[in-house]
């Protein structure tokens, strides 16, 4: 009952920024990034992508509360790039990867529908198929 609707914890309300950046004093190079309506699973990847980057020296993530959709990542550089060049340079690989991945998919999804329509053109009523007019499957 006291539950907020669904949409609030994806959807960004008027204003409201999806990321956010504060310097940490106590630590040189340092930052924390306060992502908006996010989860563990963008935490979690950011934190792990960041850790392969050259001049990253720590990154880690934590979730305040599980019903407050927030993450916070702190990143820590050695200094050649800035914790939010190190973001934004992991953003734009992932974003790559994923876009490589989306077509490699879509290509393998066209083959596979390709093949399976050469499939089907044989197996008419005396096609090779089964005694119950199927392929085996």
């Not at 992502?35 to 880690?60: F, I, Q, R």
């Amino acid at each position: 009952m006291n539950a907020p609707d669904r949409f609030e914890l994806f959807v960004l309300s008027d204003g409201e920024k999806k990321i956010s950046e504060s310097v940490v004093s106590g630590m040189s190079n340092c930052s924390d990034f306060l992502m908006l309506k996010e989860d563990h699973t963008l935490g979690n990847l950011l934190s792990v992508y960041l850790k392969m980057a050259p001049h990253v020296m720590m990154a880690a993530y934590k979730i305040g509360h599980p019903n407050v959709p927030e993450v916070l990542l702190r990143v820590q550089t050695d200094g050649t790039v800035t914790p939010r060049e190190a973001l934004v340079t992991v953003c734009k690989q992932l974003v790559a990867m994923y876009g490589q991945l989306g077509r490699e998919f879509q290509k393998e999804l066209a083959l596979r529908q390709y093949a399976d329509q050469g499939e089907n053109a044989g197996a008419g009523p005396s096609g090779g198929a089964g005694p119950s007019g199927q392929n085996g499957f």
